[in-house]
């Protein structure tokens, strides 16, 4: 199942907008759960790079099952003189940008063989290949000797070319066979003046809904009021990821009670949930008394439940968002696509298989993104947020 984005490219003062189309992986539904907490898994270990991770191809490190992505948002990228056109999941999780999981990388003109071997874990799945560098348009921005990784083998892909990673580019050291960090298209975009500015602009919309991504800028048409900036965190292993510190209450004035102090996490565009540790996930449960449903793994409450349900806020720097009890649930015409009954009532709150005090404790995937615009500037080294149309919308 996926949702069409027909918008046009968008060109405006040296940045580039593009349509997302969102793709609801329905053979994958049942393991959400699982997928979100293998991904987080694997990033806190850092297992990207080439050494040891091929070992068992259906294993991550420490037995950490592959999950295909049940929820993921892409964008057609061009590869190749004349060009291929791809369908790239957009991960601001990792940084290598590679195709061939769907339609085979075809090598032309412009391809470079670089000679290096290329690999990525991701706990969603894995690829390994070839690196070439070659000519890749995203929208109207062309980058010429971009490096492109070929898949010779990938798993957990299935319904896609591959990724467009923009994360940091330090994820991108020990993947291929020379170990060096690797530019990504963003960091290329910059260097060549194509884009004035190193950031990323990311919005989603809530329920089936599509998103947009801004390259070397932010859409300032998606949010109101201020775009909020506070420094990445310090705190490793959320340090290597767009990691961001902050804490959680649950309700308001005297009746408020702290579900998560503040702690570090990342900010992720390949997870689907709210991932949050496990000691505060237990608060949450005690609190709204919500069960787990071994059918789906999610949390589960009942129409009662749902009507005594209080807001979360979430503390990030000087600045609190909202999320309002509508936005604590999956949405409500997706129950089925996870195993769940058609009337039941999920909650995208998940367990990220730690206590607080790990170093990378939580994430906050589409569930919390899809009600705030997000931005990264990586040359400023900061996280931004702000409010939109979806922020207060009871979409679910």
Known sequence: MSVAALSPVVVRDSLVTLPLARHINTTASRNIVAHDQARVKVLRSRSQGAAGVISNLRKGPDGVPIQESFDVYTVD????????????????GSSNTWVGAGTPYEQTNSSVDTGDDVVVFYGSGLFEGEEFLDTVSVGSLTIHNQS?????????????????????TDLTEGTTSDGNAVPT???????????????????????????????GGTNRLKFFGELNFIPFTSTSPASDYVGIDQSITYGIGRGA???????????????????????????????TGAVLDEDTGFLS???????????????????????????????????TAIGGQAGSIYLILGDSGVDTGSGLDFINGYAFLQRFYHAVDYLGERAGFAFTEYTYATSN
């Open 77 to 92: 990228v061009q590869v190749g003189t004349p060009p291929t056109t791809y369908t790239l999941i957009v991960d601001t």
């Open 301 to 335: 409450i009942t129409k009662e439940q749902y009507d005594n349900l209080e807001s979360l806020f979430f503390h990030i720097g000087k600045n609190t968002f909202e999320i309002t009890p509508n936005a604590q649930i999956w949405p409500r015409a997706l129950n």
């Open 185 to 215: 298209f963003l960091d290329n975009a910059f260097a060549k003046g194509l884009v004035q500015e190193k950031t990323l602009g990311i919005s989603f919309e809530p329920a089936i809904g599509n998103g947009e991504l801004t390259i």
């Open 257 to 287: 009670t702290t579900i998560m102090s503040s702690t570090a996490g990342i900010v992720d565009t390949g997870t689907t949930l709210i991932l949050i540790p496990s000691d505060a996930l237990a608060t949450y449960q005690n609190i």
């Open 148 to 168: 492109i990784g070929d898949a010779e083998f990938a798993f957990g892909f299935q319904g896609f070319d591959g990724i467009l990673g923009l994360g940091p």
